[in-house]
């Protein structure tokens, strides 16, 4: 079965600066979809970034970058010019790729809470 | 538009008592989704739905009941509620199965 492990519980950024937030995933699988999501203070999840596996090239999306080393199982999300909006909690998702049974589901991290300071 | 609507916000139970989220979406997704959020541990899968009249179990469904009559509508059931099942429960929506999926804003359930 596949997992998702955010090993930073916590993160703190200044404003302005630029902040990496961790990701690993554990698979035997050799294509499937990655996600970022983030959940500010009012709880409702919200897309940031989307990354397929069989795409060499990182995704971006404005401020938010990945970097997706998928030797290294690793998925780290990237957010430049940090704002106070950005403040929340982020999850780490991995979906296969496969939609039998309960593949094609997402598997969720348990998140990082990543506070900017002004 | 609205997106996905969650009903109600907030509601504390007693241990035995049972209770409906409700859940709708005015994106005409054929896939829904009820996640459970526990402090610390993430967003486990309940049930999700593949379109109206089909639903699935997910990583964690002891205890919960869903239907999918239309394809608008996605109400969590619970039976005999205990204790365990205090969590904030999260409803979302997608067009394509695990795709960019439309959270719900939320209901916070205490079961004391």
């Known amino acids: 079965a596949q997992t998702v492990t955010q090993s930073q519980p916590e993160m703190s950024v200044q404003e302005a600066e630029t902040v990496t937030l961790s990701c690993t995933y554990d698979?035997?699988?050799?294509?499937?979809?990655l996600f970022w999501y983030k959940q500010p203070p009012s709880r409702q999840m919200i897309l940031v970034i989307r990354?397929?596996?069989?795409?060499?090239q990182n995704a971006t999306e404005n401020r938010f970058s990945v970097n997706f080393q998928k030797a290294a199982k690793s998925f780290s999300l990237k957010i430049s010019d940090s704002q106070l909006g950005d403040a929340a909690m982020y999850f780490c998702?991995?979906?296969?790729?496969?939609?039998?049974?309960?593949?094609?589901?997402?598997?969720f991290g348990k998140g990082t809470k990543l506070s900017v300071k002004p | 538009n609205a997106g996905v609507t969650q009903t109600p916000k907030f509601r504390i139970l007693k241990i035995g008592q049972s209770m409906t989220l409700q859940c709708a979406q005015d994106?005409?997704?054929?896939?829904m989704y009820w996640y459970r959020q526990d402090p610390g541990m993430g967003l486990k899968l309940i049930y999700y739905?593949?379109?109206?009249?089909?639903?699935d179990k997910g990583e964690v469904p002891n205890g919960y009941n869903v239907s999918r009559s239309t394809t608008e509508d996605f109400p969590l059931r619970l039976e005999l509620a205990a204790p365990s099942q205090t969590s904030v429960y999260f409803c979302?929506?997608?067009?394509?199965?695990?795709?960019?999926?439309?959270f719900g804003s939320g209901t916070q359930l205490s079961v004391l």
């Open positions: 739905s593949v379109g109206a009249g089909i639903t």
């Open positions: 979302a929506s997608s067009t394509r199965r695990g795709e960019k999926l439309f």
């Open positions: 698979t035997s699988e050799s294509d499937y979809y």
């Open positions: 998702a991995y979906r296969s790729v496969e939609y039998g049974g309960s593949q094609g589901n997402l598997i």
């Open positions: 990354q397929e596996a069989y795409k060499q």
């Open positions: 994106m005409n997704h054929n896939y």
